[in-house]
């Protein structure tokens, strides 16, 4: 079974960064590409970022685009998402996911697999 942890998350303020990690206890890390998505209370799941299977292609949602940087490690079966710039608007539960498909990223649809979330405040 595929298992999804993320860490990194915190208390943060306004300004500053954090830097969150997914490690992935899938031998098939590497042909799965992957996403952050992110919660607030009382909001829908919404789209962050997603990287292709190589790390040859990013994608971001605009609200993140400039501030926000994805990255992984296919060695260390890890994704990051180097996070500038906070804003207390970014604050969020912080979800990694992985899909077998390279289409569609920055939809839930097509993700198999989801972390349990990591919590990300930025205090003004």
């Known amino acids: 079974q595929v298992q999804l942890v993320e860490s990194g998350g915190g208390l943060v303020q306004a300004g500053g960064s954090l830097r969150l990690s997914c490690a992935a206890s899938?031998?098939?890390?590497?042909?799965?590409?992957m996403g952050w998505f992110r919660q607030a209370p009382g909001k829908e799941r919404e789209f962050v970022a997603a990287?292709?299977?190589?790390?040859?292609?990013?994608y971001y949602a605009d609200s993140v685009r400039g501030r926000f940087t994805i990255s992984r490690d296919n060695a260390k079966n890890t994704v990051y998402l180097q996070m500038n710039s906070l804003k207390p608007e970014d604050t969020a539960v912080y979800y990694c996911?992985?899909?077998?498909?390279?289409?569609?990223?920055?939809?839930?649809?097509?993700?198999?697999?989801w972390g349990q979330g990591t919590q990300v405040t930025v205090s003004s």
């Open positions: 899938v031998r098939t890390f590497s042909r799965s590409a």
């Open positions: 996911a992985a899909s077998s498909t390279p289409y569609g990223l920055d939809s839930t649809r097509p993700y198999d697999y």
């Open positions: 990287i292709s299977r190589s790390g040859g292609s990013t």
